[in-house]
């Protein structure tokens, strides 16, 4: 066994002989038995009346000195009971205050009297040990001993870092001294350059600006505009549409078409409404071309022959297309969207008038989407 494993092991059997050892000096020591899962102090309960009368008389013999505080009661608290050691320590800490408050009672001392201390495991009691002046144990003399030497160390180390946090502040201070002497002298170098530089820089800011002025120019921006497909305007379905440029590179928009028709006396239809929301990445110089990404749903009723189907639109896509400036007011914009659609569809046929459900089918699209000529007015 190693040094440090022999000082461990004769420092815990020291703490536990301590009471004992105590206890055979004068009768010093007293000890209150707890149930293990309670905080009341019950007399009766594990010799405890034999002990508090004990503990009582000893009092008597001292109150003197105890009153004055030259000869404290030490109180430590002990349990087992809780789930862990917050909640030990809370029920050592209620179980001192229970024997201290019948000494305070019957006693009529004071909570300065006492020099209570709360541990977690060990047992559930509580213990009571007077140091009389004339015998005061060599184990307290050498707790307090280490106690002080504790504190001793604590303040060595708070001095210390205070120290080395004096010595950095002063590094550092220095270290941002000598910087700025540095940058000054840099900045005074720096100024003496600009003035014979200013002309050139002032004639390539001229011709930045000129050069920025032509690619604004160029570039096909616009803040509001309004939109018309007129590739559904050919199928009879009107649409409408409506885009906001939040930055010459973004552009978020919505479109909607509508159409309802019906001939040879109601027997053939064709309806249709759409919405279609869309976002737009315009790229390069002119942004004239463009990639975005849409989200079409909608619901449609048609019938061509016989059989009749309706039911609901749903899906999207990524578009790409290109912008035609025709002047600064009108634009043709060419689009094509490829991805995913979704058709609920119900069969019927129509008997004496009334729709007659015929049968339910499902179909699923990936291709081409969406696809327009769309004429563009921009408002502003």
């Known amino acids: 066994m190693s040094k440090t494993l022999r000082t461990i092991a004769?420092?815990?059997?020291?703490?536990?002989l301590l009471p004992l050892s105590a206890q055979e000096k004068g009768d010093t020591v007293y000890t209150f038995r707890f149930v293990s899962d309670r905080d009341m102090f019950y007399v009766p309960y594990g010799g405890n009346?034999?002990?508090?009368?004990?503990?009582?008389?000893?009092?008597?013999?001292?109150?003197?000195?105890?009153?004055?505080?030259?000869?404290?009661?030490?109180?430590?608290?002990?349990?087992?009971?809780?789930?862990?050691?917050?909640?030990?320590?809370?029920?050592?800490?209620?179980?001192?205050?229970?024997?201290?408050?019948?000494?305070?009672?019957?006693?009529?001392?004071?909570?300065?009297?006492?020099?209570?201390?709360?541990?977690?495991?060990?047992?559930?009691?509580v213990t009571v040990r007077i140091v009389i002046p004339a015998e005061k144990d060599e184990a307290e003399e050498a707790r307090l001993a280490a106690e002080r030497a504790e504190q001793e160390r604590i303040a060595a180390e708070q001095a210390e870092r205070q120290r080395l946090a004096a010595e950095k502040a002063e590094a550092e201070r220095i270290a941002r001294e000598k910087e700025q002497a540095r940058l000054a002298a840099e900045q005074a170098k720096t100024d003496s350059l600009t003035a014979a530089q200013s002309a050139a820089d002032s004639l390539a800011k001229a011709e930045a600006e000129r050069l920025s002025a032509g690619k604004a120019e160029d570039?096909?921006?616009?803040?509001?505009?309004?939109?018309?497909?007129?590739?559904?305007?050919?199928?009879?379905?009107?649409?409408?549409?409506?885009?906001?440029?939040?930055?010459?590179?973004?552009?978020?928009?919505?479109?909607?078409?509508w159409t309802s028709w019906t001939w040879n006396d109601n027997a053939r239809r064709y309806a249709l409404w759409e919405v279609m929301p869309e976002v737009h990445l315009y790229l390069g110089e002119k942004k004239a071309w463009y990639v975005g990404a849409?989200?079409?749903?909608?619901?449609?009723?048609?019938?061509?022959s016989g059989t009749g189907r309706q039911g609901d639109l749903l899906g999207g896509g990524i578009t790409g297309g290109y912008q035609l400036r025709l002047n600064k007011a009108l634009a043709l914009d060419f689009t094509l969207g490829l991805g995913y659609q979704n058709a609920d569809t119900e069969r019927y046929d129509v008997i004496d008038g009334v729709r007659v459900r015929s049968g339910t089918e499902t179909k699923n699209w990936w291709g081409p989407v969406n696809a327009g000529v769309t004429l563009v007015w921009k408002i502003y």
């Not at 004769?10 to 536990?16: K, R, V």
């Open 10 to 16: 004769t420092a815990i059997c020291a703490l536990f």
């Open 49 to 125: 009346d034999a002990e508090l009368e004990r503990l009582m008389r000893c009092v008597e013999q001292y109150s003197a000195d105890i009153l004055s505080g030259e000869t404290p009661l030490y109180v430590d608290g002990y349990s087992t009971a809780g789930q862990d050691e917050a909640e030990n320590l809370a029920m050592s800490r209620v179980r001192s205050n229970r024997v201290k408050s019948e000494l305070i009672v019957r006693q009529k001392l004071t909570e300065d009297c006492f020099i209570t201390r709360n541990h977690s495991g060990s047992g559930d009691y």
């Open 219 to 257: 570039a096909d921006s616009y803040t509001l505009s309004l939109r018309a497909n007129l590739l559904r305007w050919a199928t009879l379905t009107p649409d409408l549409g409506i885009e906001w440029r939040i930055s010459p590179s973004v552009g978020v928009m919505v479109n909607g078409s």
């Open 294 to 304: 849409m989200f079409k749903a909608g619901q449609f009723n048609y019938k061509f």
